[in-house]
């Protein structure tokens, strides 16, 4: 590791992670036009963000940063390839790692894995479909679409909030900062599916303003407590493979979870692979 490298993750333990993140939320939501549209076309040129596939082109054409940041993309520029037998990239970015859940625990870098029941906010119930199951860690970047998609058709159980750090989600620090997605803040859905149960993991991250679903709107912080939301019958979400289930208001990571023997990752797959929303990356098998 380089000695900026080191430097960068070493000073995230001490900066006021929650502060500046809520800093940085609100001047994404300034929708003075000399603020937006300079954070805009800095953010473009910065982090090289291809405005040709997005439906509205202009800095000028957005309310605030967060408007631009979760922009919709013209239709049809990421068809669904997965089909009914096939797992559908849920956003574009970046495979961190897939692979096996093995003894309860996830791979995420050399030398560091993490807790499946930290990671769904220390419910054994909750985990236990997932022992031995699958699981895919995608990591989205600046320049990236940030509107979250269904892998497959799900109903929408329980969704979990947990509280946390905001360590950056970048590789460097993935590589360095032991325990980092079952310790930050996160939310986790719950889905049943035909395959079984279906767990997508949104992770939060510094600077992340927050997370949005469409069922529930913006998910605001709760502090240091755990909140979970059922979903019975009475209000059963239901939502297609492709269709958009959520969004990050700056940033992070995704990771997707499935029991034993009910998917086979794309073997073309690894650590690193570039992945787009709609892309096929792994195939149903039970």
């Given at each position: 590791m380089s000695v900026f490298d080191r430097l960068f993750v070493l000073s995230q333990y001490v900066t006021p992670q929650h502060t500046v993140s809520r800093i940085a939320g609100s001047l994404a939501e300034s929708k003075v036009a000399r603020i937006k549209n300079t954070l805009i076309r800095t953010f473009i040129e910065r982090y090289g963000v291809n405005m040709d596939e997005a439906l509205r082109n202009s800095p000028e054409d957005y309310a605030n940063f967060n408007d631009f940041f979760t922009r919709e993309l013209k239709h049809g520029i990421r068809p669904n390839l997965a089909g009914d037998k096939g797992v559908a990239c849920p956003v574009d970015g970046a495979i961190s790692q897939l692979g096996k859940i093995e003894y309860g625990r996830i791979f995420?870098?050399?030398g560091h894995n993490f807790?499946?029941?930290?990671?769904?906010?220390?419910?054994l119930q909750d985990a236990q479909p997932f022992m031995g199951g699958e699981f895919a860690t995608i990591y989205l970047s600046p320049k990236d679409y940030h509107r979250i998609?269904?892998?497959?058709?799900?109903?929408l159980r329980k969704m979990i909030y947990v509280p946390g750090k905001l360590f950056s989600v970048?590789?460097?620090?993935?590589?360095n900062v032991p325990n980092l997605f079952a310790r930050n803040e996160r939310l986790v859905c719950l889905f049943d599916s035909a395959q079984g149960p279906v767990v997508m993991v949104l992770v939060g991250a510094i600077i992340v303003a927050s997370i949005a679903t469409v069922w529930g709107g913006t998910i605001a912080p709760h502090g240091d407590e755990v909140r979970t939301y059922e979903y019975g019958?009475?209000?059963?979400?239901?939502l297609k493979q492709a269709e958009e289930m959520g969004r990050f208001l700056l940033g992070s990571t995704v990771v997707l979870l499935f029991p034993e023997k009910t998917i086979k990752w794309d073997?073309?797959?690894?650590?690193?692979?570039?992945?787009?929303?709609?892309q096929e990356i792994g195939r149903i098998v039970s």
């Open positions: 995420q870098a050399k807790s499946l029941i930290d990671l769904l906010g220390g419910n998609h269904m892998p497959v058709d799900g109903t970048n590789p460097v620090t993935a590589a019958s009475k209000k059963a979400i239901k073997a073309d797959l690894s650590a690193d692979s570039n992945v787009r929303l709609g």
